[in-house]
């Protein structure tokens, strides 16, 4: 499988494993659901998670004709292109409002989660 990011250069973390600066490749031998994570400074990280069913060859019965019999060497590739967004800072004065909403709440014991 390849993870392709524009623009190029995020680190790839694949079911918690990192697997290279992108473009990042790497084999896979299960199908199933896979979690992607993408990271770049200056970015919003990316979680995206895909799930990787198997090729015909693949299913019982024909895996033995596609591993056994076929005359060429059959190859699962996939591909996953991911869009990267810069990341936004929050104008000043609506994060110090903020922490003053926060540290009041504090103060009278009575806190909302974050927004």
Same mark, same amino acid.
């Given at each position: $499988?390849? /993870?392709?990011? *524009?623009?190029?250069?995020?680190? /790839?973390?694949?079911? *918690?494993? /990192? ?16 979690? &992607?994570?993408?990271? #770049? !400074?200056?970015? #919003? ?6 799930? &990787? ?5 693949? $299913?019982?019965? @024909?895996? &033995?004709?596609? !591993?056994? @019999?076929?005359?060429?060497? @059959?190859?699962? !590739? ?5 869009? %990267? /967004? ?15 909403? %926060? ?6 014991? $009575? ?5």
């Amino acid at each position: $499988m390849t /993870v392709r990011t *524009n623009p190029a250069g995020a680190t /790839v973390s694949v079911d *918690n494993q /990192v697997i290279g600066t992108s473009p990042a490749a790497s084999s896979f031998v299960y199908y199933g659901t896979r979690e &992607f994570r993408i990271e #770049k !400074e200056g970015y #919003k990280t990316e979680t995206i998670r895909r799930r &990787f069913n198997p090729p015909w060859y693949q $299913m019982p019965g @024909l895996d &033995f004709i596609s !591993e056994t @019999l076929w005359p060429g060497d @059959l190859r699962d !590739e996939r591909i996953i292109d991911v869009e %990267l /967004v810069p990341q936004t800072l929050a104008p000043t004065g609506e994060v110090v409002q903020r922490a003053d909403s %926060l540290r009041t709440q504090s103060q009278t014991g $009575m806190v909302n989660a974050p927004r």
